[in-house]
C-alpha cells in the first residue's frame, strides 16, 4: 500500500512553481472518461428529441462545444487539485499568443461554418457561385465545405469565405433559373425574321422547358451590330453549359443558311502623308 502511495504521489517538476503528481494525472484521464461518457448520453438524448431535419445541424455544433466544455472541465480539475495553472500560462504565455494567431483563421471557419449550419443559408445539393467558381455541395461541415464543379473537381472551400465573400446560391429558389444568350445581327437585318429564328432554335431544344416560354429582347442599337438576347429556362442550370453550346451552334447554323450577318468591330485606318 506505501509502495502504491508513493509510486501516487510521485512529483513530476517543472520549473519552481509547477509540479504534477501521478495521482493528479490520473484524475485528470478519471475526469476526462467521465465528462466524454456524460456528454455522450446528452447527445443521444437531444438527438432522439430532434426533428430529423435539425440533426445534421446539431451534431457538428454540438462536437464543436465539446472542444471548449473539456477545456473547462480541464481546467477547473486541474485548479481543484492545486495545479498552478498562473504559473503555467504565465510561462507559456508566448506561445499561446503565437499558437492564437495561428488558428485565428481556423477559428474564423468553424465560427462560419455553425452560422451556415444554423441559418441554413446553404444545402447539401445547392449550387453556388463564389469567387468566380460554380459547384454542387457535396458535403457541409464545420470548417470547410466540399463541392464539386462541372468538370468533377473537388472544390474545398473555407467557411469564412461565406462571410467574407459574395456567395450566388443558383438553386435558392429552386433548380429552375433564367438563362440567356447575346447575339448581334448587322444593321439592315429583319429584326422579325431574327426573333423568329432564336424562338425556333430555344424551342427546339430538349433542356430548355416550353413554360416559361422562352422571349427575345431587343437589347440595343450597337455600335456594329443590333443587340438582341435570347432567354430561355433551364432545370439543371449546375449543367446549362452544354445546352448553352447547342443554342449557339444552331443559331449560327439558322443564321448562315438566311444569310443573317453576325458583325464584328471595324474602324477606316487613315493614314496621311506630309510631304516635306
Keep these: 500500500m506505501e509502495q502504491l502511495n508513493d509510486i501516487l504521489n510521485y512529483d513530476f517538476k517543472f520549473g519552481s512553481h509547477v509540479h ?7 484524475m485528470v484521464i478519471l475526469v476526462c472518461i467521465v465528462t466524454a461518457v456524460v456528454l455522450r448520453l446528452i ?10 431535419h435539425d440533426k445534421p445541424k446539431f451534431i457538428p455544433v454540438f462536437s464543436f462545444a465539446q472542444f471548449f466544455i473539456y477545456v473547462v472541465v480541464l481546467l477547473i480539475t486541474m485548479q481543484n487539485m492545486g495545479i498552478q495553472l498562473t504559473a503555467i500560462l504565465t510561462a507559456s504565455a508566448a506561445l499561446l499568443v503565437g499558437i492564437g494567431l495561428a ?14 449550419l444554423i441559418d441554413q443559408s446553404v444545402h447539401v445539393g445547392d449550387i453556388i457561385e463564389i469567387d468566380g467558381k460554380v459547384g454542387r455541395i457535396e458535403e457541409i461541415k464545420l470548417r470547410t465545405t466540399r463541392a464539386v464543379t462541372i468538370d468533377n ?10 462571410l467574407t465573400s459574395t456567395l450566388y446560391n443558383w438553386t435558392e429558389n429552386g433548380t429552375l433559373t433564367r438563362e440567356s444568350i ?10 422579325e425574321l431574327v426573333k423568329s429564328l432564336l424562338l ?19 437589347m440595343n442599337f450597337g455600335d456594329s451590330a443590333l443587340e438582341f438576347k435570347l432567354v430561355f429556362t433551364l432545370n439543371d442550370s449546375f449543367k446549362a453549359i452544354m445546352p448553352k453550346s447547342d443554342i449557339r451552334f444552331a443559331i449560327n447554323k439558322l443564321f448562315k443558311e438566311h444569310n443573317i450577318q453576325i458583325p464584328f468591330p471595324q474602324r477606316d485606318v487613315h493614314i496621311y502623308k506630309n510631304d516635306i
Design 103 to 116: 488558428l485565428q483563421t481556423f477559428f474564423q471557419d468553424i465560427i462560419s461554418g455553425i452560422f451556415i
Design 182 to 191: 447575346s447575339v448581334g445581327v448587322a444593321y439592315g437585318t429583319d429584326v
Design 153 to 162: 473537381k473537388v472544390l474545398i472551400i473555407p467557411n469564412h469565405k461565406y
Design 43 to 52: 447527445r443521444r438524448v437531444i438527438s432522439r428529441k430532434l426533428p430529423e
Design 20 to 26: 504534477i503528481t501521478v495521482r493528479s494525472i490520473l
Design 200 to 218: 425556333k432554335v430555344a424551342n427546339d431544344h430538349p433542356n430548355v422547358l416550353k413554360n416559361p416560354e422562352p422571349l427575345v429582347l431587343f
